[in-house]
């Protein structure tokens, strides 16, 4: 059951946003995309859900192109780096544009339960547009996580969650709230893409890092194995250290 990228090549106007890269969300993993400004990442999203179409890209071994709209809508969802609404929406209203599960009361069992564990159930009343831009971050976390729903993971087929730097506006407590609920939806076995800049953030919440420059994968696979000194280093023209937090145990990367 994945998500797959296999030799993407996208070229975009004059730029060659993506040479061959291939990437496999498996569902029940978590995977933190990382990479400098402009390595593609926020495109490799796009192509892997279905926006940019290509014939490289597979859910289940299938081409996603044959995979019908409803079918993708129930299955994958997508947190774009844009937060912001043309209309002026109630936050109750943008989460529900996310149910796509049909039933109504099952619709609103679903958002009151995503609303309560993403902390914004309190906003719902609120207009969408008046809100902080960490909030409207969480409110649109939650509108994904409504959209694959499934009770007791019920239902045909694998799920995914893509999301592009969904922790870019939060402060330390609600980006840890935000990347905490995407492994819990991990463990519901949906394969999770997370566009992240904050390695400390990829080594400790993923379980596969793919890391992307210049439309290039330079690596994918465990933290330990992709996030070195000498790879970050020369990846970010930057000196990176990369330690072991003596006490808790993890990955610590910092420049010098
Ligand atoms: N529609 C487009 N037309 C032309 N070039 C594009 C288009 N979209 C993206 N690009 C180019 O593709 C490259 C990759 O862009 P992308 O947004 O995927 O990078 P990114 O890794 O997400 O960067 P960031 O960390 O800044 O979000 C950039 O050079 C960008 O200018
Ligand atoms: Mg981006």
Redesign the pocket.
């Known amino acids: 059951m994945t998500l797959q990228a296999d030799g993407v090549t996208l070229r975009?106007?004059a730029?060659q946003?993506l040479k061959d890269v291939s990437l496999q969300l498996a569902a029940g993993t978590v995977t933190a995309l990382v990479?400098?400004?402009?390595?593609?990442?926020?495109?490799?999203l796009r192509v892997l859900s279905g926006e940019i179409a290509s014939r490289q890209v597979f859910m289940d071994s299938r081409p996603l192109a044959e995979v019908g709209i409803r079918d993708l809508a129930r299955r994958r969802s997508v947190m774009t780096?844009s937060t912001s609404m043309a209309f002026d929406f109630l936050v109750a209203e943008v989460l529900a544009m996310g149910w796509v599960g049909g039933a109504r009361e099952l619709g609103a069992v679903a958002l009151n339960e995503v609303a309560r564990d993403c902390l914004v159930d309190h906003l719902l009343e609120r207009r969408f547009n008046t809100l902080s831009g960490g909030k409207r971050q969480r409110v649109q976390f939650a509108r994904c996580r409504l959209q694959i729903w499934r009770r007791n993971d019920s239902g045909p087929g694998s799920r995914y969650l893509l999301l592009?730097?969904p922790t870019s506006s939060l402060d330390l407590d609600h980006e840890l709230l935000v990347l905490r609920q995407a492994r819990r939806v991990s463990a519901e076995n949906v394969g999770v893409l997370v566009?992240l800049?904050d390695l400390n953030q990829a080594a400790r919440f993923a379980d596969q890092v793919a890391l992307?420059a210049n439309?290039a994968m330079v690596a994918s696979g465990p933290p330990e194995a992709v996030l070195t000194s000498t790879t970050l280093s020369r990846v970010y023209r930057t000196a990176v250290c990369v330690e072991r937090h003596p006490r808790l145990g993890r990955l610590v990367i910092h420049t010098e």
């Open positions: 975009l106007g730029v946003v990479g400098p400004n402009g390595a593609g990442k926020s495109s490799l780096q592009d730097e566009v800049h992307l439309g």
